[in-house]
Protein backbone atom coordinates (compact mmCIF):
# COMPACT_ATOMS: atom_id res chain seq x y z
CA UNK A 1 0.00 0.00 0.00
CA UNK A 2 2.53 2.36 -0.81
CA UNK A 3 2.06 3.37 -3.49
CA UNK A 4 -0.96 4.87 -2.19
CA UNK A 5 0.73 6.48 0.25
CA UNK A 6 2.89 8.58 -2.04
CA UNK A 7 -0.35 9.55 -4.00
CA UNK A 8 -1.80 10.91 -0.78
CA UNK A 9 1.39 12.97 -0.25
CA UNK A 10 1.48 13.89 -3.66
CA UNK A 11 -2.26 14.85 -3.65
CA UNK A 12 -1.38 17.39 -0.18
CA UNK A 13 1.32 18.42 -1.67
CA UNK A 14 -0.19 19.71 -4.74
CA UNK A 15 -2.95 21.23 -2.94
CA UNK A 16 -0.77 23.10 -0.59
CA UNK A 17 1.58 24.55 -3.53
CA UNK A 18 -1.28 25.59 -5.27
CA UNK A 19 -3.18 27.65 -2.35
CA UNK A 20 0.70 28.82 -1.64
CA UNK A 21 0.50 29.91 -5.28
CA UNK A 22 -3.10 31.37 -5.48
CA UNK A 23 -2.46 33.28 -2.02
CA UNK A 24 1.09 34.89 -2.26
CA UNK A 25 2.84 35.94 0.93
CA UNK A 26 3.69 33.03 2.83
CA UNK A 27 2.68 30.46 4.87
CA UNK A 28 0.69 32.56 7.40
CA UNK A 29 -1.14 34.46 4.39
CA UNK A 30 -2.20 31.69 2.82
CA UNK A 31 -2.98 29.10 6.04
CA UNK A 32 -3.25 31.38 8.99
CA UNK A 33 -6.93 32.26 10.58
CA UNK A 34 -5.94 35.98 11.16
CA UNK A 35 -6.01 36.31 7.53
CA UNK A 36 -8.94 33.93 6.52
CA UNK A 37 -11.18 36.89 5.50
CA UNK A 38 -8.93 38.76 3.25
CA UNK A 39 -8.46 34.85 1.54
CA UNK A 40 -12.24 34.56 1.27
CA UNK A 41 -12.78 38.29 -0.20
CA UNK A 42 -10.44 37.62 -2.80
CA UNK A 43 -11.43 33.63 -3.21
CA UNK A 44 -15.10 35.64 -3.43
CA UNK A 45 -14.24 38.19 -6.25
CA UNK A 46 -12.61 35.46 -8.12
CA UNK A 47 -15.98 32.67 -7.81
CA UNK A 48 -17.84 35.85 -8.83
CA UNK A 49 -16.04 36.70 -11.98
CA UNK A 50 -15.33 32.94 -12.81
CA UNK A 51 -18.98 32.13 -12.55
CA UNK A 52 -20.22 35.28 -14.86
CA UNK A 53 -17.70 33.72 -17.48
CA UNK A 54 -18.74 30.81 -17.42
CA UNK A 55 -22.65 32.43 -17.93
CA UNK A 56 -21.51 34.42 -20.79
CA UNK A 57 -18.88 31.67 -22.40
CA UNK A 58 -22.26 29.31 -22.27
CA UNK A 59 -24.21 31.42 -23.66
CA UNK A 60 -21.81 32.81 -26.94
CA UNK A 61 -21.68 28.65 -26.81
CA UNK A 62 -25.62 28.14 -27.32
CA UNK A 63 -26.06 31.11 -29.84
CA UNK A 64 -22.66 29.62 -31.71
CA UNK A 65 -24.90 26.14 -31.84
CA UNK A 66 -27.72 27.71 -33.30
CA UNK A 67 -26.20 28.91 -36.06
CA UNK A 68 -24.30 25.49 -36.57
CA UNK A 69 -27.52 23.82 -36.08
CA UNK A 70 -29.01 26.12 -38.71
CA UNK A 71 -26.24 25.56 -41.79
CA UNK A 72 -26.26 22.03 -40.91
CA UNK A 73 -30.21 21.91 -41.27
CA UNK A 74 -29.68 24.01 -44.78
CA UNK A 75 -26.99 21.71 -45.74
CA UNK A 76 -29.26 18.54 -45.05
CA UNK A 77 -32.18 20.21 -47.14
CA UNK A 78 -30.07 20.76 -50.09
CA UNK A 79 -28.69 17.19 -50.35
CA UNK A 80 -31.69 15.79 -49.77
CA UNK A 81 -33.46 17.56 -52.55
CA UNK A 82 -30.23 17.42 -54.86
CA UNK A 83 -30.12 13.28 -53.98
CA UNK A 84 -34.07 13.71 -54.84
CA UNK A 85 -33.40 15.21 -58.39
CA UNK A 86 -30.80 13.13 -59.35
CA UNK A 87 -33.41 10.13 -58.89
CA UNK A 88 -35.94 11.68 -60.49
CA UNK A 89 -33.61 12.62 -64.06
CA UNK A 90 -31.57 9.26 -63.37
CA UNK A 91 -33.86 6.86 -62.25
CA UNK A 92 -31.99 3.73 -62.94
CA UNK A 93 -33.17 0.50 -62.26
CA UNK A 94 -35.37 1.12 -59.16
CA UNK A 95 -35.34 -1.52 -56.22
CA UNK A 96 -35.63 -5.35 -57.34
CA UNK A 97 -39.80 -6.36 -56.96
CA UNK A 98 -39.73 -9.92 -58.51
CA UNK A 99 -38.22 -12.71 -59.78
CA UNK A 100 -39.28 -15.63 -62.02
CA UNK A 101 -36.96 -17.69 -63.94
CA UNK A 102 -34.49 -15.64 -66.11
CA UNK A 103 -36.31 -12.90 -66.02
CA UNK A 104 -36.05 -10.29 -62.98
CA UNK A 105 -38.38 -7.12 -62.28
CA UNK A 106 -37.53 -3.63 -60.97
CA UNK A 107 -38.84 -0.87 -59.80
CA UNK A 108 -38.55 0.81 -63.54
CA UNK A 109 -36.77 -1.94 -65.57
CA UNK A 110 -37.20 -5.64 -66.66
CA UNK A 111 -34.22 -7.71 -66.78
CA UNK A 112 -33.26 -11.27 -68.27
CA UNK A 113 -30.56 -12.96 -67.89
CA UNK A 114 -28.89 -16.15 -70.45
CA UNK A 115 -26.20 -18.11 -70.78
CA UNK A 116 -24.12 -15.47 -72.64
CA UNK A 117 -25.62 -12.16 -71.39
CA UNK A 118 -28.04 -9.99 -69.25
CA UNK A 119 -30.11 -7.56 -71.15
CA UNK A 120 -32.64 -5.33 -69.95
CA UNK A 121 -35.87 -2.54 -70.47
CA UNK A 122 -37.44 0.23 -69.40
CA UNK A 123 -40.69 -0.62 -68.19
CA UNK A 124 -42.30 2.61 -70.05
CA UNK A 125 -45.54 1.75 -72.12
CA UNK A 126 -43.65 -2.07 -72.08
CA UNK A 127 -46.69 -4.54 -73.83
CA UNK A 128 -46.60 -7.80 -71.85
CA UNK A 129 -47.66 -10.76 -73.61
CA UNK A 130 -48.16 -15.01 -72.38
CA UNK A 131 -47.99 -17.82 -74.63
CA UNK A 132 -48.22 -21.57 -74.21
CA UNK A 133 -47.43 -24.69 -76.43
CA UNK A 134 -46.68 -27.88 -75.81
CA UNK A 135 -43.30 -27.48 -73.74
CA UNK A 136 -42.87 -24.31 -72.80
CA UNK A 137 -45.41 -21.24 -71.45
CA UNK A 138 -43.42 -17.89 -72.59
CA UNK A 139 -43.12 -14.13 -71.73
CA UNK A 140 -42.69 -11.73 -74.43
CA UNK A 141 -41.82 -8.21 -73.81
CA UNK A 142 -41.52 -5.13 -75.53
CA UNK A 143 -40.96 -1.59 -74.71
CA UNK A 144 -42.12 1.94 -76.06
CA UNK A 145 -38.12 1.98 -77.69
CA UNK A 146 -38.28 -1.47 -79.59
CA UNK A 147 -36.37 -3.18 -76.89
CA UNK A 148 -37.25 -6.60 -76.40
CA UNK A 149 -37.06 -9.48 -74.20
CA UNK A 150 -38.52 -12.78 -73.55
CA UNK A 151 -38.51 -16.03 -71.35
CA UNK A 152 -39.56 -19.60 -71.85
CA UNK A 153 -40.52 -21.45 -68.69
CA UNK A 154 -40.69 -25.44 -69.22
CA UNK A 155 -44.04 -27.37 -68.54
CA UNK A 156 -45.05 -28.94 -65.13
CA UNK A 157 -44.40 -31.75 -64.30
CA UNK A 158 -40.78 -33.16 -64.90
CA UNK A 159 -40.24 -36.87 -66.14
CA UNK A 160 -39.59 -38.85 -63.48
CA UNK A 161 -35.83 -39.45 -62.05
CA UNK A 162 -34.13 -36.79 -64.60
CA UNK A 163 -32.60 -33.63 -64.34
CA UNK A 164 -33.83 -31.61 -66.68
CA UNK A 165 -34.35 -27.88 -66.78
CA UNK A 166 -36.35 -26.25 -64.18
CA UNK A 167 -40.56 -26.80 -64.37
CA UNK A 168 -43.13 -23.98 -63.95
CA UNK A 169 -47.03 -24.58 -63.76
CA UNK A 170 -49.02 -22.10 -65.80
CA UNK A 171 -50.54 -20.04 -62.81
CA UNK A 172 -47.22 -19.04 -61.66
CA UNK A 173 -46.28 -17.93 -64.71
CA UNK A 174 -49.40 -15.70 -65.64
CA UNK A 175 -49.08 -14.79 -62.14
CA UNK A 176 -45.71 -12.80 -63.15
CA UNK A 177 -46.77 -11.61 -66.14
CA UNK A 178 -49.72 -9.92 -63.90
CA UNK A 179 -46.66 -8.44 -61.74
CA UNK A 180 -45.00 -7.00 -64.79
CA UNK A 181 -48.03 -5.68 -66.51
CA UNK A 182 -48.86 -3.98 -62.61
CA UNK A 183 -45.00 -2.31 -62.96
CA UNK A 184 -45.62 -1.30 -66.32
CA UNK A 185 -48.86 0.76 -65.17
CA UNK A 186 -46.78 2.30 -61.84
CA UNK A 187 -44.60 2.98 -64.51
CA UNK A 188 -46.44 4.98 -66.86
CA UNK A 189 -47.84 7.03 -64.12
CA UNK A 190 -44.60 8.04 -62.63
CA UNK A 191 -43.61 9.18 -66.21
CA UNK A 192 -46.70 10.93 -66.73
CA UNK A 193 -46.01 12.41 -63.26
CA UNK A 194 -42.26 13.35 -63.34
CA UNK A 195 -42.18 16.98 -65.39
CA UNK A 196 -43.85 18.20 -62.91
CA UNK A 197 -42.34 16.58 -59.64
CA UNK A 198 -38.86 17.36 -61.62
CA UNK A 199 -40.22 20.94 -61.32
CA UNK A 200 -40.99 20.93 -57.99
CA UNK A 201 -37.91 19.37 -56.57
CA UNK A 202 -36.38 21.98 -58.82
CA UNK A 203 -38.13 24.82 -57.35
CA UNK A 204 -37.60 23.68 -53.79
CA UNK A 205 -34.18 23.01 -54.63
CA UNK A 206 -33.70 27.32 -55.70
CA UNK A 207 -35.81 28.44 -52.78
CA UNK A 208 -33.31 26.54 -50.02
CA UNK A 209 -30.19 27.44 -52.18
CA UNK A 210 -31.44 31.28 -51.44
CA UNK A 211 -32.88 31.03 -48.21
CA UNK A 212 -30.82 31.61 -45.75
CA UNK A 213 -32.64 32.96 -42.88
CA UNK A 214 -32.50 30.76 -40.62
CA UNK A 215 -28.86 31.02 -40.36
CA UNK A 216 -28.42 34.76 -41.11
CA UNK A 217 -30.79 35.16 -37.99
CA UNK A 218 -28.94 32.82 -35.53
CA UNK A 219 -25.59 34.48 -36.28
CA UNK A 220 -27.43 37.94 -35.53
CA UNK A 221 -28.39 36.31 -32.35
CA UNK A 222 -24.72 35.46 -31.82
CA UNK A 223 -22.94 38.92 -32.45
CA UNK A 224 -25.90 40.22 -30.00
CA UNK A 225 -25.42 37.93 -27.77
CA UNK A 226 -21.51 38.51 -27.66
CA UNK A 227 -22.49 42.39 -27.56
CA UNK A 228 -24.68 42.05 -24.42
CA UNK A 229 -22.02 39.86 -22.93
CA UNK A 230 -19.07 43.36 -23.90
CA UNK A 231 -21.70 45.54 -22.53
CA UNK A 232 -23.19 43.98 -19.48
CA UNK A 233 -22.28 46.18 -16.66
CA UNK A 234 -22.77 43.15 -13.93
CA UNK A 235 -19.40 41.93 -15.95
CA UNK A 236 -17.71 45.53 -14.85
CA UNK A 237 -18.93 46.03 -11.44
CA UNK A 238 -17.73 42.48 -10.44
CA UNK A 239 -14.13 42.86 -13.17
CA UNK A 240 -13.44 46.11 -10.38
CA UNK A 241 -14.42 44.16 -7.40
CA UNK A 242 -11.95 41.53 -8.81
CA UNK A 243 -9.46 44.29 -9.35
CA UNK A 244 -9.79 45.58 -6.01
CA UNK A 245 -9.50 42.37 -4.20
CA UNK A 246 -5.96 41.80 -6.04
CA UNK A 247 -4.74 45.03 -5.07
CA UNK A 248 -6.10 44.79 -1.25
CA UNK A 249 -3.93 41.53 -1.25
CA UNK A 250 -1.22 43.09 -2.95
CA UNK A 251 -1.18 45.79 -0.24
CA UNK A 252 -0.92 43.39 2.64
CA UNK A 253 1.23 41.16 1.38
CA UNK A 254 3.76 43.00 -1.29
CA UNK A 255 2.37 39.96 -3.18
CA UNK A 256 0.94 40.44 -6.71
CA UNK A 257 -1.65 37.29 -6.72
CA UNK A 258 -2.99 35.93 -9.72
CA UNK A 259 -6.15 36.51 -10.92
Known sequence: MAWLGVIVLAGVGFWVGRRLH????????????RYESDRDALANARSEVRAQTRKADRDVSLARSAVTAAETSRKRRLRELGQKQTRLRHPGSGERTGSLGALTLFQHRLMVKSDSEISSAELAQMEVHFTTDQTYHYIYCINSGGQSLQAKYRHLPPAPE???????DESTVRDFVRDIEKAVARENSFREQLPHQLAVVESELEEAENDTSAADAARERLEEVRERNRQDPRSKVLEQ????????WEELTGHVPPR
Open 22 to 33: RYPGGWAFAFGL
Open 162 to 168: TQEERRF
Open 241 to 248: KLAAALTD
